[in-house]
């Protein structure tokens, strides 16, 4: 069984940084691109940012500059480092993932349980 385990949310003052990890365990062949969303309180889930199994980053506009995505192959995990936090990237951060569970099976995109990042003004 496949899970994604996210940390590091909390809250911070405006201007200040966070760092969320998530790490994927259990039996997976193939670990493709990882990424990261965000959902505020009475908005959709959106887009922040994700990286392919090669390293090749992609941000949403509104973070570019601010955070950055990395992950360590071997470790399975994927890092969101966050700088210049704004009140305004306070929301639920969830961690996805595209896996091939087996050599013959397609791949399917699994989710973490999201952690809560609050930034105060």
């Known amino acids: 069984q496949v899970q994604l385990v996210e940390s590091g949310g909390g809250l911070v003052q405006a201007g200040g940084s966070l760092r969320l990890s998530c790490a994927a365990s259990?039996?997976?062949?193939?670990?493709?691109?990882m990424g990261w969303y965000r959902q505020a309180p009475g908005k959709q889930r959106e887009f922040v940012a994700t990286i392919t199994n090669g390293g090749s980053p992609t941000y949403t506009n509104s973070v570019k500059g601010r955070f950055t995505i990395s992950r360590d192959n071997a470790k399975r995990t994927v890092y969101l480092q966050m700088n210049s936090l704004k009140p305004e990237d306070t929301a639920v951060y969830y961690c996805?993932?595209?896996?091939?569970?087996?050599?013959?099976?397609?791949?399917?995109?699994?989710w973490g349980q999201g952690t809560q990042v609050t930034v105060s003004s």
């Open positions: 259990g039996s997976i062949f193939s670990l493709n691109a």
């Open positions: 996805n993932a595209d896996i091939v569970l087996r050599s013959w099976h397609t791949a399917s995109i699994y």
